[in-house]
Nanobody
Framework: VQLQASGGGLVQAGESLRLSCAAS????????AAWFRQAPGKEREFVAA???????VYGDTVKGRYTIAREDAENTMYLQMNSLNPEDTGVYYC????????WGQGTLVTVSS
């Protein structure tokens, strides 16, 4: 499976951004879908995941602000990010999980104060 993330950019604190991740090669419905992020100088951090039955879990730092979604018919997953703050800055990676993790290439999100 190949993953292509998009939608990153530069926003101001308090604004919103929506990331997309298109899967190809295999059906997204075969996998748990997830987003991770990596801030400069820090380790990769779990952001959110959604199962095939659309049960979602979130990291503590984004809970209540981010929403993960999937549209299996379009082979696409999404991450709606609201109330962004500078600590949300980083490269966001989409991934799918089935026995192992498959990573997309990442999209940069920069939040200015």
């Amino acid at each position: 499976v190949q993953l292509q993330a998009s939608g990153g950019g530069l926003v101001q604190a308090g604004e919103s951004l929506r990331l997309s991740c298109a899967a190809s090669g295999r059906s997204l419905s075969d996998y748990v879908a997830a987003w991770f992020r990596q801030a400069p100088g820090k380790e990769r951090e779990f952001v959110a995941a959604i199962t095939q039955s659309t049960s979602a879990v979130y990291g503590d730092t984004v809970k209540g602000r981010y929403t993960i979604a999937r549209e299996d018919a379009e082979n696409t997953m999404y991450l709606q990010m609201n109330s962004l703050n500078p600590e949300d800055t980083g490269v966001y990676y989409c991934s799918v999980i089935r026995g192992q993790v498959y990573w997309g290439q990442g999209t940069l999100v920069t939040v200015s104060s």
